[in-house]
């Protein structure tokens, strides 16, 4: 017992930082922002996380060493004081951190999101790894048994570090990718989840579509497939009903995620998919004015972004008028 009272006085930076947060939510109570705050810390790298929970394990041991613990006599050496006095900041330490434990409601889901026209990667407390796409947004909620999280918008490639003890799960509307050591990427597409799995394995459940990520994670779900990376990539797209439709293919995965080397990849898509999805990545309005057009299918490599480069594709190689309303507005009809 003794070791771990002189390992939180005598702690590194890191474990001092995490002490200091104790205090404070102790001091000024768990405030929604404050409580924020200190999971913004505990995100910064797997040892701030670690700190906060050895520091919340120990607090019970440390408490019960505080009300056996002598005080210390006049004539003690400095040595022995300097145990006593720790022993006192270490169970004061840990008093705050039951009082937390206790008091502070369950913490809010961490929010992020990517700017239109970028990818933002995003590293988790454990080490796995979120690549969020253009306008994407996703909830990040870890807990001591679970780790969740949930794509609000656009889509995210998920490397996940294995942890048994805490299952790795990411909600896409009705749909549930649940996961331990893996890496998979998710887009929401309309009413539809499409999962690419690029390693491992993946179980894949549908639920009803949850009001909260809280909600989410205790909802009673029906599983429908598992998805394994064994034999190459592996996608399946979960409908808003659970119907299920499932595809293999490195080639087909590595055009899906072409996304992440900065490239829009098309293989057939009609102009309206082309158009959304080229879409996500600027500001300008692109509207497709001639019906007609609806039924043309896109084959091409574009730079995500340089909205240019298709546009003058669309122009040459498929014969597509381009008319500019402004810096922002583009209309596109057939060609006469």
Not at 182 to 203: P, Q, W, Y
Request: glycine share 8%; proline share 4%; no cysteine.
């Amino acid at each position: 017992m003794s070791d771990k009272i002189v390992r939180l006085v005598h702690s590194n930076v890191v474990q001092e930082e995490a002490a200091a947060w104790i205090a404070r939510l102790d001091r000024e109570g768990p405030r929604p922002e404050l409580v924020a705050e200190f999971e913004v810390w505990q995100a910064q790298s797997p040892r701030h996380a670690q700190a906060a929970q050895d520091l919340a394990a120990l607090w019970t041991d440390l408490d019960a060493l505080a009300e056996t613990a002598p005080a210390p006599a006049v004539k003690a050496s400095g040595r022995r004081r300097v145990l006593a006095a720790g022993a006192a900041m270490a169970a004061s330490v840990a008093l705050a951190a039951g009082l937390w434990m206790a008091q502070r409601p369950a913490a809010a889901p961490t929010l992020y999101d990517a700017p239109v026209g970028t990818h933002r990667l995003i590293a988790l407390a454990d080490g796995s790894k979120i690549d969020l796409n253009t306008g994407g947004q996703v909830e990040v909620r870890y807990t001591g048994k679970s780790r969740d999280i949930r794509l609000l918008k656009g889509e995210a490639y998920f490397e996940v570090v294995p942890d048994a003890a805490r299952p790795f799960s990411v909600y896409a509307q009705s749909g549930v990718v649940r996961a331990l050591g893996t890496a998979f990427a998710v887009r929401l597409d309309g009413g539809e989840v499409e999962v690419t799995l690029t390693k491992g394995v993946v179980e894949l459940a549908k639920l009803d579509a949850p009001a909260s990520l809280e909600q989410a994670a205790a909802a009673p779900r029906r599983r429908l497939a598992t998805l394994s990376a064994a034999m190459g990539a592996e996608s399946a797209t979960i409908a808003p009903d659970g119907a299920l439709s499932r595809e293999a293919g490195t080639e087909e995965a590595d055009r899906k995620l072409a996304w992440r080397r900065g490239m829009l990849v098309f293989a057939g898509e009609t102009l309206p998919e082309v158009v959304a999805d080229v879409s996500r990545y600027t500001d300008v309005d692109i509207e497709i004015a001639d019906p007609a057009l609806n039924d043309l299918r896109v084959a091409g490599n574009f730079k995500a972004g340089e909205v240019e480069a298709m546009l003058e594709a669309l122009q040459t190689g498929f014969g597509v008028r381009v008319e500019r309303a402004g810096d922002k507005r583009v209309r596109l009809s057939a060609g006469s």
